[in-house]
Structure formats: structure tokens, C-alpha cells
């Protein structure tokens, strides 16, 4: 396959790629803030995390949480999970859009070819 057969996906492509870039960022910033609320709620077990606010925390965390404990038992009583996942997160947002992440290079790259 020649790669005139593609020429025409890629001025969409360039388009997208700030958007994507953006959005990407934004969502795992989110999550991580998110994990770093569900940190913080640790001290506080008599929280109800099904109530208020708190459920919006709880729900695009639990799923995740709850899969981890099942392989990662609390530390003396304190549940180390949120903090696993906030350095996972963390790193695939470096990964990917942080200055030399992937889409950040692809779209460095494709400005300069602009």
C-alpha cells in the first residue's frame, strides 16, 4: 500500500491532533484528581462515598480500586491502592501527552511539517 493511498485521512489527522491532545490531557488530569480525593478519603472511613458529592468521586474510581485491592491487601490497615494508581496515571500522562510524550512529538512534528 503507498502512502498516497492515505494522503487524504492526514490533513484530518493534523486537524484532530490538538483536540485529541488537549482532551486526553484534561481527562487524566481529571482522574488523578480524582484518586487523589479518594487518598484523602481514606482518612476518613465514615465517609459514605455513595452520598452527595462523593459519588462522583467514587463512581470513575471504585471499578478500578476495588479490581487492585483484590490483588493488593492494605498495609497495616491503610488501603495503598488510590496511591498505585495515581503513579500509573501519572505516568501514562507523561507518556502520552506531557512535553515528551507521544502525541505531544507527533504534533510538534506535524506543526513544523505545516
Known amino acids: ?8 485521512v492526514m490533513p484530518l489527522i ?7 491532545h488537549a482532551s ?20 476518613y472511613p465514615e465517609v459514605n462515598l455513595k452520598q452527595g458529592f462523593w459519588a462522583f468521586v467514587a463512581l470513575p474510581t471504585e471499578f478500578l480500586l476495588s479490581y487492585t485491592r483484590r490483588f493488593i491487601a492494605p498495609i497495616g490497615g491503610v488501603d495503598i491502592t488510590p496511591v498505585i494508581w495515581v503513579g500509573l496515571i501519572s ?17 510538534l512534528k506535524s506543526q513544523s511539517l505545516a
Not at 1 to 8: H, K, N, P, V
Not at 14 to 20: E, G, I, Q, R
Not at 28 to 38: E, G, M, P, Q
Not at 93 to 99: H, I, N, S, T, W
Open 1 to 8: 500500500m503507498s502512502t498516497d493511498a492515505l494522503s487524504f
Open 14 to 20: 493534523v486537524k484532530a491532533l490538538p483536540v485529541l
Open 24 to 43: 486526553l490531557g484534561v481527562l487524566l488530569a481529571t482522574w488523578t484528581v480524582t484518586f487523589l480525593i479518594r487518598i484523602v478519603l481514606t482518612w
Open 91 to 107: 505516568l501514562c500522562r507523561e507518556l502520552v501527552v506531557g512535553q515528551q510524550g507521544i502525541l505531544s512529538q507527533i504534533l
